[in-house]
């Protein structure tokens, strides 16, 4: 079993940052791949980014490549999204996700993710 606690949503101007993190527990976590999602209302879960914990290997989703960052730290078991110069477009619910993914191909796949967290909203206002 992993799990996943997310934290740091909150509201944002638009133009803002904010990071966000999600705390990994469990047996042999690192052997996963951790991804960040988000699901706006009434709309579909979106890939937003993944790393995997053993190599570093990172894969974005397109419209987020050049403002979110994904990072983790071992020695805390967390990892992080770190998004600038936010939109409202922007604004959704964000989950961390672990699955154990062998191609980064997968990475965006949500069906590969075999745990998730609760979940933390962010709003970007105008």
């Known amino acids: 079993q992993v799990q996943l606690v997310e934290s740091g949503g909150g509201l944002v101007q638009v133009g803002g940052s904010l990071s966000l993190s999600c705390a990994v527990s469990?047996?042999?976590?690192?052997?996963?791949?951790m991804g960040w999602f988000r699901q706006a209302p009434g709309k579909e879960r979106e890939f937003v980014a993944s790393?995997?914990?053993?190599?570093?290997?990172?894969v974005y989703g397109d419209s987020m490549k050049g403002r979110f960052a994904i990072s983790r730290d071992i020695a805390k078991s967390t990892v992080y999204l770190q998004m600038n110069s936010l939109k409202p477009e922007d604004t959704a619910t964000y989950y961390c996700?672990?699955?154990?993914?062998?191609?980064?191909?997968?990475?965006?796949?949500?069906?590969?993710?075999?745990?998730w967290g609760q979940g933390t909203q962010l709003t970007v206002s105008s």
């Open positions: 790393i995997k914990w053993s190599n570093s290997r990172i």
């Open positions: 469990g047996r042999t976590f690192t052997s996963y791949t």
């Open positions: 996700a672990a699955g154990i993914i062998y191609l980064a191909s997968d990475f965006p796949e949500r069906t590969k993710y075999d745990y």
